[in-house]
């Protein structure tokens, strides 16, 4: 980051996408560096978009009940796989369509803060539940740490979108 903002700030470049993270590294550290790098940013999207096509299959199958598992052979959970060829088809094809996938992130991000209220709540409440908790229920320590954490997200969830409209989405 250091190396950014000392050689990319004076030129008067703003990184915009990511093919201007690996400036830095290419002017620092040449064509071996620039390849390294570029290894390692495949590596990192690649394993990011691999991990979201496989929560996708997990998610769909788990709620469905169906057999699922990255090690579980395509026969025996066929529709966990095909879940998963269809997430990653649909987010080759969100790319394709010139969408900002920045944008995109910031937007499900904003929208992922406005929802977790709704989520951690529930979970709040049975953690205080004698009969479903039993002994393993929330103590007052926790009850109280839950509370203060329960008003943090509700204050960003009430901030978010907001936020979102005063900043132009940080365009």
Do not use: C
């Given at each position: ?112 803060a ?28 926790a ?5 203060l ?23």
């Amino acid at each position: 980051m250091a190396t950014a903002a000392l050689l990319l700030h004076p030129a008067g470049i703003a990184v915009d996408h990511l093919s201007q993270v690996v400036l830095p590294v290419g002017y620092a550290l040449g064509k071996l560096g620039l390849g390294l790098v570029l290894i390692g940013v495949f590596a990192a999207t690649f394993g990011a978009a691999l991990e979201t096509a496989l929560s996708s299959g997990y998610t769909v199958a788990q709620y469905f009940g169906w057999t699922w598992g990255k090690t579980t052979a395509p026969r025996t959970a066929s529709r966990f796989h095909a879940v998963v060829i269809v997430a990653l088809v649909a987010g080759m094809m969100l790319v394709l369509t010139g969408v900002d996938p920045v944008m995109v992130t910031e937007y499900s991000l904003v929208f992922a803060a406005v929802a977790l209220p709704l989520t951690y709540l529930p979970i709040l409440v049975v953690a205080n539940d004698p009969e479903y908790m039993g002994e393993a229920r929330n103590g007052r320590f926790a009850n109280l740490m839950g509370g203060l954490y329960l008003v943090v997200v509700l204050t960003a969830a009430v901030a978010a979108i907001p936020l979102m409209i005063a900043t132009k989405a940080g365009l």
